[in-house]
């Protein structure tokens, strides 16, 4: 029983197994084509063929064995090796391939993809392109143009160095201190103030001066107002030390002399602001109190201030002040006041300035006439950029002061006459501008019509050794020329000069005693490094006269028993300079040289300069 269906079950697997084979010969397939190129050539259709075996012929090992050969044979009948068509045989290009079962590809594990895909978008962002073209027209000028300014840099934070303090000693028993402080960066706020002594001795007896200078400062910023004000304090000391020295006395004692100025100032001003139509306006009350080592006195206080308007190019505006003065002395006491008003318009554009108005003047007091003068200007560009024409014409009252006097000649007598000069009319016309980049210039030429001038003469007979102010009686003319040059190579070279002619025509007197016709001053500073500075000085002045009175030994009668003798005061040139090293920021040595030529001249009659001399000292900036 058991055998019976083993061989059953081997029957049947040997039918399932071979029954494929079989089908072959039996039941026509379709034969797929494949065509191969191997050059530009076009395959042949493959032929079919069907199997020419009875589907009832009996399976056995040798007809599988024959059907597997004759299957070899025809898929390899025409793509062979023995194939007319092989190209290898000079045969087609085109072959045919019999697929006898279906192609079931397998991949193995190692080319396997394991990779999942990323789904994330990650497109880059791309900005959207904007053109904005320029729209400036192309100029075909060559010139050289001026350049726009350029916003200064925001200034880095540094340690200040408010105070500063100088000493200094040297030749000619010469004592020099100075000290400034102040109150450090602050825009609203600042406050100082200063200290300074000078004094040496010459070779004469008594050839000693002395100059002490104290003052204290402030100035506010209060809204759209600035507040500022100021107090000082100056002394002069010296000797009537002039004498003849061709023919000296031994009985002669220099006197003493000394001068006591204390002054202040307050100014109230509308700050600056750069807008259309705009309104500003200033007041400020200052004053002085002078006296000397005898009975000079002398009180002033002056009241000033101005109101603008501005419209476009227009200004329309109206300044004024009183000035208000006490003059006394051992023979007099004066009431002195002036009071001026100048109403005013002005236009200006890119190539002019235009200035027109009045000055209205009312002396009152111990004088009291009253005068109207022009107050005009006109600036005009000639050469772009480079050279302005100006002209002008003018006048005023000028207040005849004790301390004006003695700050120009120390060595007065006492009962200065007084009595103001008037600036009839002063005329002025030039040329000022830029020759070269860092060249500036001023020509001047102008012609002044003067009544009372003032001049100062010596009074030797009649006080000694010491001199008087005499006016010109009547209207002198005064013509001349200035001129002025600044070049600034670089910010550490500077030269500058100012020359001054002048003609005097008076009306009573001889000559414009102690008043030179030429008059040069020259200067330069040179900042060799950060550490090293060197300035320079000239004075040139030229001849002046002063009149000398002298008795008559026998005069004629109904002659007067005094005359004046013409003296000559000599050119001279004085050059001067100094020198300052910088240790480092707190120390700084210096060293001040007058005289360097050390010429033997005088500005006053009997009265010589200084000859060479120099300190040094050093300095402390904390």
Not at 239 to 266: C, L, R
Not at 334 to 340: D, E, K, S, T, Y
């Amino acid at each position: 029983m058991n055998s019976r269906y083993t061989y059953t079950l081997l029957t049947l697997l040997i039918a399932l197994y071979f029954v494929p084979a079989q089908a072959q010969t039996k039941k026509p397939a379709k034969k797929a084509t494949v065509k191969t190129e191997v050059k530009k050539t076009t395959a042949k259709p493959a032929v079919k063929k069907s199997a020419a075996k009875p589907a009832n012929k009996k399976v056995t090992d040798n007809s599988l064995g024959d059907a597997a050969a004759r299957s070899l044979q025809d898929t390899t009948k025409k793509g062979g090796g023995n194939n007319p068509n092989n190209p290898n045989n000079g045969g087609s290009l085109s072959e045919e391939i019999v697929v006898t079962t279906a192609y079931k590809p397998v991949l193995a594990d190692a080319v396997k993809i394991r990779r999942n895909p990323d789904l994330e978008d990650k497109a880059p962002f791309k900005a959207p392109l904007t053109y904005a073209p320029l729209d400036k027209r192309q100029e075909q000028n060559s010139e050289i143009r001026q350049l726009d300014p350029m916003k200064r840099p925001a200034e880095q934070d540094s340690v200040l160095t408010n105070n500063i303090v100088k000493v200094g000693a040297g030749n000619l028993k010469t004592i020099f201190g100075e000290a400034y402080f102040g109150n450090g960066r602050d825009e609203a706020l600042q406050f100082g103030g200063h200290l300074k002594h000078f004094s040496q001795s010459g070779s004469l007896q008594k050839q000693t001066e002395s100059r002490d200078e104290a003052g204290v400062f402030g100035k506010s910023v209060i809204g759209d107002n600035n507040v500022s004000g100021r107090i000082n304090y100056n002394r002069l000391g010296t000797y009537f030390y002039g004498f003849n020295q061709d023919a000296p006395s031994t009985a002669f004692v220099p006197a003493k002399q000394h001068f006591n100025t204390i002054s202040g100032e307050v100014e109230l001003a509308k700050n600056y602001k750069d807008v259309e139509n705009d309104f500003t306006y200033a007041v400020k009350l200052k004053g002085y109190a002078f006296s000397n080592a005898y009975a000079a006195r002398e009180n002033n206080v002056v009241i000033s201030g101005f109101l603008n308007q501005t419209v476009k190019q227009f200004y329309a505006g109206l300044s004024g002040s009183i000035d208000l003065a006490s003059q006394k002395d051992s023979l007099y006491s004066l009431g002195n006041n002036i009071a001026r008003v100048n109403p005013y318009i002005k236009f200006q554009g890119d190539n002019y300035k235009i200035e027109a108005g009045v000055n209205i003047v009312k002396e009152f007091g111990d004088f009291g006439k009253f005068y109207i003068f022009p107050a005009a200007k006109l600036e005009m560009q000639i050469v772009p950029k480079y050279v302005r024409l100006f002209v002008e014409a003018k006048g005023d009252v000028n207040r005849s002061s004790l301390r004006d006097f003695a700050m120009i000649n120390p060595f007065l007598g006492q009962n200065i006459n007084i009595k103001n000069s008037v600036d009839q009319l002063d005329i002025a016309a030039g040329l000022k501008g830029t020759i070269a980049p860092g060249l500036s210039f001023k020509a001047t030429v102008f012609r002044n019509s003067v009544k009372n001038m003032p001049l100062i003469a010596s009074n030797f007979l009649a006080e000694g050794n010491k001199f008087n102010v005499i006016y010109d009686d009547g209207k002198a003319r005064v013509n001349g020329f200035n001129g002025e040059l600044d070049f600034k190579a670089t910010d550490d070279f500077n030269i500058f000069g100012r020359a001054e002619f002048r003609d005097y025509q008076l009306a009573s007197e001889a000559e414009a005693w102690n008043l030179p016709k030429f008059t040069l001053t020259a200067g330069t500073a040179i900042h060799i490094d950060s550490k090293l500075t060197v300035t320079g000085s000239l004075l040139i002045r030229g001849d002046s006269y002063d009149r000398l009175e002298v008795i008559n030994p026998s005069p004629a009668p109904g002659t007067p028993g005094t005359s004046f003798v013409k003296q000559n005061i000599k050119s001279f040139a004085d050059l001067s300079g100094s020198v300052e090293y910088r240790i480092n920021s707190k120390f700084s040595v210096f060293a001040q040289a007058n005289n360097v030529l050390s010429a033997s001249y005088q500005r006053w009659l009997y009265y010589p300069n200084y000859g060479f001399n120099i300190f040094g000292g050093v300095s402390y900036a904390f």
